[in-house]
């Protein structure tokens, strides 16, 4: 006999027999002459309600289970009599794989989101982080199919680098030596001995192996874990996360723009479409204007605006922000929040940032004080993709590594796909997680990937 998942038996148009599921107990209630047992199988969000009858030879041992039980089920799927599902299974054999304890910690109650980060080996059971890890799946789906569609070759980009995207140093460093050896005696580390023999880091991004592949692939994308060591405890960070970096040759920022805003459409209506009953849950308990919400983005043209016209807006909001905003500072949540909820009402690509405040790699507008870099902007978080068009003129890169006292020997190759046939190219980046946060309504980092690494927290 062939399992079915859950999912499949809830759809079903007609009765069928000999069907067989495998779950976990969610809930039991005994009748006169039944148990009424509700399983879940993970492959959506509702139960199946299962029918044990009191003739069944192992009766006295499934009137004892218990929530968290592992069963296999076989029988018949029947129209239920009962009010709240359409179907329901009248068991022929109630297989119990194994009886959790009265100690088992997810119990039918509501637990509270700060419980259930101490047990996140566990929570993927209850119905919200069961629903979150779904839509989580189909994201990423979503993602895979918007590029391969659209021609772009999927790159795997190194997660152990010697180089600094970003600049920002907030490094987690790999290496084999000792703690005795790390450090010579004049306390200058010697990664000669290590093995790489030069210093080694988890990447903070893909971007600069794209950036490669792009320049002889023509469009490409990376989706992966990146890593950053910021020692943040706040709801929007956390040290492992995902990113998705698309990176395309012949393109300037407009077509940057263009990409971005196709595709935070294409995901959101992803999910809309594939992923409504795991969305209405989130839209009942955690954010009752979500689908609103996404509808509004989903369907909106996206603003667009120059950084300079944004903080000229933002001074005249006569607003009172926890951070003071003038050219050369960069813009914070509440300022991002505040264009996209109150100002604009819809999301929008801020460009055209000040060089002062971006990276090396960012190409340098005529002005010499800007850069071609955009971020967009939508309610409730803020940023969710940050990208530019990439600095392709040779002598342009190498004085904004100077400025910036970058060793130009550690980023040779990089430098060598200016000199060999360089082209004007731009990318960007969609941190997943942020994605994941603003398609469910859910407000804290931690509770949208499945084992979240912050400070002293490595559980798991």
Partial sequence: MKRTKIVQLLQSEIP??????????????????????????????????ILADSSLRNYPDISRLSTGSAVIISGNLVESMGVGQKWEILADRVEIVSLAPESYPMQKKRHTDEFLRTIAHLRPRTNKYGAVFRIRSEL???????????????????????????????LFRVTTLAPENFLKKDGITDYGQDFFGSEANLTVSGQLSAEMFALALGDVYTFGPTFRAENSHTSRHVAEFWMVEPEMAFCNLEGNMNLAEEMIKYLINFILEESKDDLELFAKFVDKNLIKTLDNVASSDFKRLSYTSAVEILKKSR??????????????????????????????????????????????????????????????????????????????????????????????????????????????????????????????????????????????
């Avoid at 000999?18 to 509700?38: A, H, M, P, Y």
């Fill in 16 to 49: 069928a027999t000999n069907v067989l599921i495998k779950g976990w107990v969610r809930t039991r209630r005994d009748s006169k002459d039944f148990s009424f047992i509700e399983v879940n199988d993970g492959s959506c969000l509702k139960n199946i309600q």
């Fill in 140 to 170: 990423s789906y979503a993602i895979h199919k918007f590029f391969r569609d659209r021609g772009f070759k999927y790159i795997h980009s190194p997660i152990i680098t010697g180089s600094d995207c970003e600049g920002a140093g907030e």
């Fill in 319 to 460: 607003k009172k922000f926890e951070y003071d905003i003038d050219f050369g500072k960069d813009l914070q949540t509440e300022h991002e929040r505040y264009l996209t909820e109150h100002h604009f009402k819809k999301p929008l690509i801020i460009f055209d940032y000040p060089k002062t405040i971006k990276p090396f790699y960012m190409r340098v507008n005529d002005d010499n004080k800007t850069v071609s870099a955009m971020d967009v902007l939508v309610p409730k978080i803020g940023e969710i993709i940050g990208g530019s068009q990439r600095e392709e003129r040779l002598g342009v890169l190498e004085k904004r590594m100077e400025e910036m006292g970058m060793s130009k020997d550690t980023y040779w190759w990089y430098l060598d796909s200016r000199r060999f046939g360089s082209v004007e190219h731009s990318g960007f980046g969609l941190g997943f997680e942020r994605l994941l946060m603003f398609i469910t309504g859910i407000s804290n980092i931690r509770d949208v990937i499945p084992f979240p690494r912050t400070p002293n927290s490595i559980e798991f």
